[in-house]
């Protein structure tokens, strides 16, 4: 097992890893930009090394300072977190290429399966049902692919995530502009401007399922997570297992997931995600090669520690829990991701000193945050504040303890999505499990109007 190892990341996400590890007595080194010298991140480990300045290209993102901070401080592996170098192949290799152990998969197969268009051909292999699309990214005659297709379709970045490089094409005359502003986007975001496309699912659910594969060959799946609460395609609150999933549902989901797995000979812990339609037909969407935002709900209701898969997986250990462990849950877990965003400004990002910080307590609540009393939030980097993650013993015990979480969580000095989050729970259409992912249009729609 290894006795230290780098943390590539800042915030939530790099305390989160730090737990786990603390746990496993390996000691962790933290990295951190000249902006994030306060940040809890570089307190809570055992060593902290700057990388470079607030802007991430040049720290977070530097991916020769980061290998140069894993030598001076002799890490063993470093765990990247998600977001910035995560789902990089490059960065994956230049571990290997310097001796050290990245937690996650291989450079090949993070570069096979984060390019969405080659992810959906391995999807293909394995038998598991896609969405009508293009085979490949799409260059010329694209008039030509989305009729074939049939509108309305989405357009897609090939190498994209979090919501960038998306777009809804309903009519013919729309293409041209919505392309070019797709595949821009795409090369702004990822340096690749390649494009795909799909068929656009009326009022789907996001649904996604969280599996992990030892170097050995075993793999396991866990209960779907339903992310269908979206804003822009950025995901707002996630719970697990989804109301509109049943057992004989949730066992294809895994079954797909785990075939999916397999068919790429994926080592380490991923998630596949899916669309499915009002009549429950499943589609394969993408995959993501790291470890989630919101992996804290699958924790919650199995009981298991993914991080700790993850290092167990890297150092060539074999998966600590059986199939039916893993897929086996109690409860229901919600999370709610708090951000530092302005609802009465269309969600524009908040900074500023936090004066006041009351967190919620009591039975079945879990808040991973980086933030404190007095710690002013840096203008570079995301905006969530905290994750805020509610069991209950059913769907409507963990709804109740939300509501009363959220109005226990008290924040002072800039703005925060608490009372967005307050309009979800309260929302009929949420407490009856009917949402989709045009949910958050439909409940702000009203406000919008009011303006």
């Not at 090939?158 to 005359?173: H, N, Q, T």
């Not at 409507?396 to 703005?415: D, M, Q």
Request: aromatic share 8%; glycine share 8%.
């Amino acid at each position: 097992m290894f006795k230290k190892i780098l943390v590539a990341n800042r915030g939530e996400i790099a305390i989160r890893v730090i737990r786990t590890l603390k746990e496993m007595g390996i000691k962790s080194v933290a990295v951190y930009s000249e902006a994030d010298r306060s940040c809890l991140h570089v307190r809570e480990a055992d060593e902290a090394v700057c990388i470079g300045p607030a802007i991430a290209r040049e720290s977070y993102l530097h991916i020769p300072a980061i290998i140069s901070a894993a030598k001076v401080t002799g890490s063993e592996a470093i765990h990247p977190g998600y977001g910035f170098l995560s789902e990089n192949p490059v960065f994956s290799a230049a571990c290997e290429e310097n001796g050290i152990v990245f937690i996650g998969p291989s450079p090949k197969a993070i570069a096979m399966l984060g390019h969405k268009s080659s992810a959906r051909k391995i999807a293909v292999k394995g038998g598991i049902p896609v969405t009508p699309g293009t085979k490949d990214c799409v260059t010329k005659d694209y008039l030509k692919e989305a009729e074939k297709i049939g509108f309305p379709i989405m357009i897609k970045a090939a190498a994209g995530g979090g919501g960038k490089g998306i777009r809804i094409v309903r009519e013919k005359g729309q293409l041209n502009h919505e392309f070019e502003m797709a595949s821009s986007e795409a090369k702004s975001a990822f340096n690749n401007g390649d494009v795909y496309f799909e068929k656009y699912i009326q009022c789907p659910r996001h649904i996604e399922v969280q599996f992990a594969r030892d170097s050995k060959g075993n793999v396991v799946a866990f209960p779907e997570r339903d992310c269908s609460i979206q804003r822009r395609h950025q995901k707002l609150l996630e719970e697990s297992p989804s109301p509109a999933v049943n057992q004989k549902l949730r066992d294809k989901l895994e079954e797909a997931a785990i075939k999916l797995a397999n068919t790429a000979d994926y080592v380490g812990v991923g998630t596949v995600e899916f669309l499915m339609d009002l009549k429950k037909n499943f589609y394969f969407m993408e995959v993501n090669t790291r470890l989630q935002v919101e992996h804290p709900v699958t924790e919650t209701i199995t009981r298991t520690d993914l991080v700790k898969e993850q290092v167990l997986i890297a150092a060539g250990e074999k998966l600590s829990l059986s199939r039916s462990r893993a897929s086996s849950f109690d409860g229901h877990a919600i999370e709610h991701r708090i951000n530092a965003e302005d609802f009465s400004k269309n969600f524009a990002p908040s900074v500023g000193r936090i004066e006041e910080w009351v967190v919620p307590g009591g039975p079945g609540i879990r808040l991973d945050t980086h933030m404190y009393q007095g710690y002013t939030l840096p203008i570079y980097y995301d905006s969530m504040l905290a994750k805020l993650i509610v069991w209950g013993p059913d769907r409507a015990a963990a709804i109740a303890r939300s509501r009363r979480a959220l109005g226990e969580f008290r924040v002072l000095g800039l703005s925060t999505t608490i009372d967005v989050h307050k309009m979800i729970i309260n929302s009929p259409e949420f407490q009856a499990g009917d949402v989709d992912t045009g949910f958050m249009e439909r409940l702000l729609a009203p406000a919008a109007a009011a303006k």
